[in-house]
């Protein structure tokens, strides 16, 4: 059983719009993030958020088109895409850990304990 399940990826046009989901079914986490990965490319943060406080980080390739969002009930967590651009196409992952504290280098993908197995998202010009 998947414990870290993604969802919502797609293809859109630029511009277009997905909401990407992640859905939790059993860890105790309290950070929960987004990376992607395009062809040929490393793996690159987009955006995390602490689960207790609703604390937020951003990369700045996705700040203002980009929201990251959580259930905190069921350590769950959203990521709204607006304004998609060609550049943002790639495999979507979702991870989680279970370090408690907040903290500016939640965006390095060393820090998360577990992944999920990621959603394509295609933006096509």
């Known amino acids: 059983l998947e414990k870290l399940v993604e969802s919502g990826g797609g293809s859109v046009q630029t511009g277009g719009s997905l909401r ?3 859905v939790n079914n059993g ?3 309290y950070k929960m993030a987004w990376f992607r990965q395009a062809p040929g490319k490393d ?5 995390s958020i602490h689960i207790p406080t609703g604390r937020m980080l951003y990369a700045d390739s996705v700040k ?3 929201a ?9 967590a959203f990521l709204q895409m607006d304004n ?5 196409c ?9 370090d408690p504290q907040f903290a500016a280098s939640d965006l390095l993908a060393e820090k998360y304990d577990f992944w999920g197995q990621g959603t394509q998202v295609t933006v096509s010009e």
């Open 20 to 22: 990407l989901s992640c």
């Open 27 to 29: 860890y105790t986490v």
């Open 43 to 47: 793996r690159e943060a987009i955006a």
């Open 64 to 66: 203002g088109r980009f």
């Open 68 to 76: 990251i969002s959580r259930d905190k009930a069921k350590a769950s």
């Open 84 to 88: 998609l651009k060609p550049e943002d």
């Open 90 to 98: 790639g495999v979507y992952y979702c991870a989680a850990t279970r």
